[in-house]
């Protein structure tokens, strides 16, 4: 992988897009949105989705258009959502498409199969989710999901995206 000579991040710090200085200063918990089934199965990690409380609750997810996840979960209909650990930032990097995972990304770590998708079978806190409505905004498409179930496990060590990069979390932050 070889970074552009007009790359963002090369660029001089006052003439760097501010729309994506200002999103790189909110800390993210990282995501692994999953969709499909066999060798039809995509993964992406996300960093820019929130969740809005109600009956049912609901995941918003800012998705990249031209990734292969973001046409299996809009096709699809349904996806999955795991939160990652600290431990899991490898496989974020390979399922971001940023570091190199020889036979791809789904050798990396177990996986149980579910009708909306493959889950992270460590995950401690994840969702399953039907696709609602999709919205172009910005660069992005804005996914809102439907939480059809939920599971909420211990958060301890909860891998973090801010400023561009994986940070761990804060040691004091309990």
Do not use: K, N, Y
Not at 10 to 25: A, M
Not at 82 to 92: F, I, K, M, Y
């Amino acid at each position: 992988m070889t970074i552009h000579t007009t790359h963002p991040f090369l660029e001089p710090e006052g003439e760097r897009d501010p729309v994506r200085r200002l999103r790189g200063r909110l800390a993210g918990t990282v995501s692994l949105w999953t969709a499909g089934t066999g060798s039809g199965r995509e993964g992406l990690t996300v960093s820019s989705w929130m969740v809005a409380g109600g009956e049912p609750g609901r995941v918003l997810g800012l998705l990249d258009p031209d990734a292969d996840l973001t046409e299996e979960l809009v096709d699809g209909g349904r996806g999955v959502l795991q939160v990652l650990a600290w431990a899991d930032r490898g496989l974020a990097e390979a399922f971001a498409g940023t570091a190199p995972a020889p036979g791809g990304p789904w050798r990396l770590a177990a996986w149980v199969d579910t009708d909306h998708g493959p889950r992270l079978a460590h995950a401690q806190t994840w969702a399953l989710l039907s696709v609602e409505s999709v919205a172009e905004v910005g660069w992005s498409r804005l996914v809102t999901c439907r939480i059809d179930e939920v599971v909420v496990g211990d958060d301890g060590d909860p891998l973090l995206h801010r400023r561009g990069r994986f940070v761990p979390p804060a040691a004091d932050a309990d």
